[in-house]
């Protein structure tokens, strides 16, 4: 029986979540080790992801969260990173674990940034993509925590 390429390629894909998932538990425990608490900064915080990503997360209730725009859906991104992104789901239309996501994510002050991944958890605390071909430049999230450190602007 011969697999088709796109098959091979969903296996090679999830061969590596799962080694790096091994990877990851153990640089997570060696991090967790010298790291210190995160501060907490009231609307959001960004914290030095353990894959060697910044990642940005956005505290429940912001309201100018990005949004995830796919199958004709819009849905708030809980986190977000250059290769990967958690978005809030509706809970009875969930992406099966290891389906491909194309789509883009939408920044309130601007780009909308074409992503494409594969879905690697969902469930209640949202849907977890790890984008493989197209991300987020890393100038983006850059952009994106110093929208979020800004002092808020109050209108008069």
């Given at each position: 029986?011969?697999?088709?390429?796109?098959?091979?390629?969903?296996?090679?894909?999830?061969?590596?979540?799962?080694?790096?998932?091994?990877?990851?538990?153990?640089?997570?425990?060696?991090?967790?080790?010298?790291?210190?608490?995160?501060?907490?900064?009231?609307?959001?915080?960004?914290?030095?992801?353990?894959?060697?990503?910044?990642?940005?997360?956005?505290?429940?209730?912001?309201?100018?969260?990005?949004?995830?725009?796919?199958?004709?859906?819009?849905?708030?991104?809980?986190?977000?990173?250059?290769?990967?992104?958690?978005?809030?789901?509706?809970?009875?239309?969930?992406?099966?674990?290891?389906?491909?996501?194309?789509?883009?994510?939408?920044?309130?002050?601007?780009?909308?940034?074409?992503v494409e991944g594969v879905v690697v958890r969902a469930g209640g605390d949202g849907v977890a993509v790890n984008?493989?071909?197209?991300?987020?430049?890393?100038?983006?999230?850059?952009?994106?925590?110093?929208?979020?450190?800004a002092p808020r602007r109050v209108a008069k």
């Amino acid at each position: 029986m011969a697999i088709s390429p796109r098959d091979d390629e969903r296996l090679r894909t999830t061969q590596l979540i799962k080694s790096a998932t091994v990877n990851q538990l153990r640089s997570s425990y060696l991090a967790a080790l010298a790291l210190p608490a995160s501060a907490d900064y009231g609307h959001a915080m960004s914290h030095r992801e353990r894959r060697g990503f910044e990642r940005v997360e956005y505290a429940p209730g912001l309201a100018e969260r990005p949004v995830f725009l796919s199958g004709g859906g819009a849905f708030e991104i809980v986190d977000c990173a250059e290769r990967g992104i958690r978005y809030v789901a509706i809970e009875n239309r969930l992406p099966a674990v290891g389906s491909d996501v194309r789509g883009s994510v939408r920044f309130p002050d601007g780009p909308e940034i074409p992503v494409e991944g594969v879905v690697v958890r969902a469930g209640g605390d949202g849907v977890a993509v790890n984008f493989t071909r197209l991300w987020i430049d890393k100038e983006v999230i850059e952009r994106e925590r110093r929208r979020l450190r800004a002092p808020r602007r109050v209108a008069k």
